[in-house]
Structures are given as C-alpha cells and as structure tokens.
Nanobody, 121 residues
C-alpha cells in the first residue's frame, strides 16, 4: 500500500522560504517519478513540479525560478524548496507518486494528507 506523508508547511511572510518534504513507502521509490501539487480554496488542484526517477524536473510557469523539486532515494523522500513566496502560493500542498515508467511523470492514484502553506504578513 502506497503511503505518502507530507510535512514542512506553515505560516511564512511574503518573500520567505519553506521546504516541504514527502516521505514515501510502499513503492520502489528510486524508479518512481514524483509530483508536487497544490490546491487553494475554491480552486482545482494544480501540478506545481514533477521529477523523474533520473532527476529531471519540470515546473509550472507560476513557480519557475522560485521553487526547486529534488529527491533523496536513500530516504525515499521528495522535497519542494520554495523561495520568494507570494500570497498566491497559499494552498494545501500534496505529493503524488507517479505510475508507469519513472522516466516520465504520469499522476498516480495515491495522495498524502497534504501540508498547509500560508503566505501572509
């Protein structure tokens, strides 16, 4: 059974930074592509960043240059480093384990509980 546990969210002022973590179990993490999503109140869940098993990353235009996704296969963990945070980044952030080949990311069915990020002064 796939389990994903996000952590690291919190309240931060505009311009601040946070690092989110997602610990995965029940999958062969090293060959699994991973994604980070977010969902703001009243909005659809959106893909923020994705990373292949080989470490290739892609980002939503809204976060390019500010967010960095990375992975540590030794710890079965994917990270989302967020800098220059804006109020519009406020959302619940979720990670997702991809399905199929890890050489590209395709969303899977398993989600964590999410971690709240609030950017406010």
């Amino acid at each position: 059974q796939v389990q994903l546990v996000e952590s690291g969210g919190g309240l931060v002022q505009p311009g601040g930074s946070l690092r989110l973590s997602c610990a995965a179990s029940g999958i062969i993490f090293s060959v699994t592509a991973m994604g980070w999503y977010r969902q703001a109140p009243g909005k659809q869940r959106e893909l923020v960043a994705e990373i292949t098993s080989g470490g290739m990353a892609n980002y939503a235009d809204s976060v390019k240059g500010r967010f960095t996704i990375s992975r540590d296969n030794a710890w079965n963990t994917v990270y989302l480093q967020m800098h220059s945070l804006k109020p519009e980044d406020t959302a619940v952030y979720y990670c997702n384990a991809g399905q199929g080949s890890g050489i590209y990311y395709s969303p899977g069915d398993s989600w964590g509980q999410g971690t709240q990020v609030t950017v406010s002064s």
